[in-house]
């Protein structure tokens, strides 16, 4: 027979007598057998990449860097008696313990669960174990027993031990009986059989401590404590509730007694009774307590006395304290308002009061500050107008102070050095005014740059004020001044101690000055001309690209000399990069003067 495949081959060597017809008998060709070992790499191959697959192989052990796959319904059998088998069906994956033992699945925490993450089982080792619906834990084991999320649902249920019955919404119990009274209440409490609710009658709950009723809640919803009567004078303590518009809270008191409600936070001293509402028969004063003490009294009389217990007026109002007293006071009057004077005053030269939705203060019967309904705080003016005298505190965080031939505002810093005004962006300081040695400064706190104005003119001083030397410029070349108009002329330091390398001009300099001097020209500019057409007038100068080719010229460096200046910029409202050259004249001239 043929060996045209590994799974040919035969166990007995004088079998194998041929490879793909290839001859290896006894006495063959040489080349037979090498054409036959090519044969066999085939076959191996073919093993390898699952072309030719093996029956039933054994193996002592093996290591798998691949997938080891399984057909349908081709198994996993494991066990000397093939207990345990994992297969797939096609349709149904299966793990059967076909023996009589126990199938383990072990692990330190495990959780069983869909192949794409939803969650059915967890075993956390040492802890709970919790039971899932679509993704989300219902029941979790603990220490004690068990912790059930949501709504349990029950044929039966029987508890040997205490019920704990908690929720942080609302919670619905429902418990059914009947029958019971006071002697055997048929709800009881733990070692207290005797004490615990029942239902005296239809409709009705009663409460009941040592086999005696103490409480009941009748059909109607009406409380009674110490008797089964409503509304009887001198048999109920407390009656609460009724159908009709007269039905409230009643306490029974003899003609020389008291009756109160209190307020507690304790059990000892004046904790029992923190507050209080006292109605005192004998003088027939109701109190009001805050505390632990009286703060408001209305007498028989009508009179209300708050910080006093004996009012002498209808509102009397007692301070000793002197803390502050407010009052709030009602009217259907758009305008109202409340008068403070002393005991020897007769008119009402203070108020404060309400107009309309805005809030007055008046002094000499003259209306001096108002809030008005948009929360503006307005002193010596009743509108928002910069036309008219007084102050203006917006809500909006804008103040305006108007005068009329007077200054309008005054900011005054008394003793030391500093910043009298500061101003922020968000909350980051960004400049300041303030005061050093009597003169005042103007200071950016962003780079600590500013100006100091002093008996000598002005210069450039720090953030604190203090004078600054050779830090500052005046404008640059994005943001260049139009016109200086002074008396005289710039003063440059040309002092030799602060100067090096001084030398004569090279010749190639020397070259450049002369080309120099031929490149002044007349001109007139762009943006003149654009504003005042033919009136724009004509100036003289040099052109600073001129100037620069002079320099290159003669193989130099324009930057390198103070007097050509190419600055680069970033426009703020396009973003694009911008450049402008510029010269200055006093060492353009001094250069061309050097040449002559």
């Known amino acids: 027979m043929a060996k045209n495949s590994i799974t040919d081959y035969s166990k007995t060597a004088a079998s194998n007598t041929d490879i793909q017809s290839v001859d290896i008998a006894e006495g063959c060709l040489p080349s037979g057998i090498n054409n036959a070992i090519r044969e066999i790499m085939a076959d191996l191959a073919d093993m390898n990449d699952g072309t030719v697959t093996l029956t039933s192989p054994s193996f002592a052990a093996a290591s798998l860097t ?115 009274s006071a002697l055997l209440p048929t709800y009881s409490f733990n070692g207290s059989a005797d004490v615990g609710m029942f239902a005296p009658s239809t409709n009705n709950l009663a409460f009941a401590t040592f086999q005696v009723e103490r409480m009941r809640i009748t059909s109607g919803g009406n409380i009674q404590i110490g008797s089964t009567n409503s509304g009887v004078a001198g048999s109920l303590d407390v009656s609460i509730g009724s159908t009709s518009t007269s039905g409230g809270i009643t306490l029974f008191s003899p003609t020389n007694g008291t009756h109160s409600i209190g307020f507690a936070d304790g059990t000892s001293g004046t904790d029992r009774y923190r507050g209080y509402v006292e109605y005192q028969h004998p003088n027939d004063a109701l109190a009001f307590a805050t505390s632990a003490t009286e703060r408001m009294r209305i007498d028989s009389s009508g009179n209300v006395g708050i910080g006093t217990s004996s009012p002498s007026a209808g509102l009397h109002i007692d301070n000793p304290s002197n803390s502050a007293i407010t009052a709030i006071l009602d009217t259907d009057n758009s305008a109202v308002k409340m008068v403070f004077r002393n005991n020897t005053e007769t008119g009402n030269n203070v108020q404060i009061g309400a107009d309309g939705s805005n809030l007055v203060a008046l002094t000499n019967g003259t209306e001096r500050m108002r809030i008005d309904s948009s929360g503006n705080v307005l002193v010596g003016t009743t509108s928002t107008s910069r036309t008219t005298v007084g102050h203006e505190l917006h809500a909006s965080g804008f103040a305006r102070h108007t005068a009329d031939g007077d200054k309008s505002l005054e900011i005054v810093r008394k003793s030391s050095d500093g910043e009298m005004v500061e101003f922020f962006k968000d909350s980051t300081l960004v400049g300041s005014i303030g005061v050093v040695g009597g003169t005042p400064f103007f200071s950016n706190n962003n780079n600590s740059t500013g100006i100091r104005i002093y008996s000598s003119g002005f210069a450039a001083c720090n953030a604190s004020g203090a004078f600054t030397d050779n830090t500052q410029d005046v404008g640059a070349s994005n943001v260049r001044w139009d016109d200086i108009y002074a008396t005289n002329g710039t003063i440059q330091t040309s002092d030799q101690n602060e100067k090096q390398d001084i030398e004569a001009l090279s010749e190639a300099e020397q070259r450049v000055a002369v080309a120099a001097k031929g490149l002044l020209r007349k001109f007139r500019w762009k943006d003149s001309v654009e504003e005042k057409g033919d009136d724009a007038r004509i100036h003289f100068g040099i052109i600073a690209q001129d100037l620069q080719a002079a320099f290159e010229a003669e193989g130099l460096d324009a930057g390198r000399y103070a007097m050509f200046i190419n600055s680069t910029w970033t426009d703020e409202e396009t973003g694009e990069e911008r450049s402008r050259m510029g010269v200055r004249y006093n060492q353009l001239l001094a250069f061309i003067i050097a040449a002559i």
Do not use: C, P
């Not at 000397?80 to 059967?96: K, M, Q, V």
């Not at 495990?110 to 989300?136: C, F, P, R």
């Not at 979790?140 to 999320?149: C, M, P, R, Y």
């Open 66 to 180: 691949g997938n080891l796959s399984f057909g349908d319904s081709d198994k996993a059998i494991f066990g000397a008696g093939s207990d345990l088998e994992i297969y797939h069906n096609g349709t149904d994956s299966f793990i059967d313990e076909k023996a009589s033992g126990w199938l383990y699945i072990r692990a330190n925490d495990m959780v069983l669960g869909k192949y794409t993450g939803e969650t059915y089982v967890k075993g956390i080792a040492d802890g709970a174990v919790e039971l899932y619906h679509d993704n989300a834990k219902k029941i979790e084991t603990t220490s004690t027993g068990i912790d059930v999320t949501g709504t349990v649902t029950a044929d039966g249920l029987t508890v040997d031990g205490v019920v704990d019955v908690t929720s942080t919404t609302s919670l619905s119990t429902n418990l059914q009986n009947t029958g019971g």
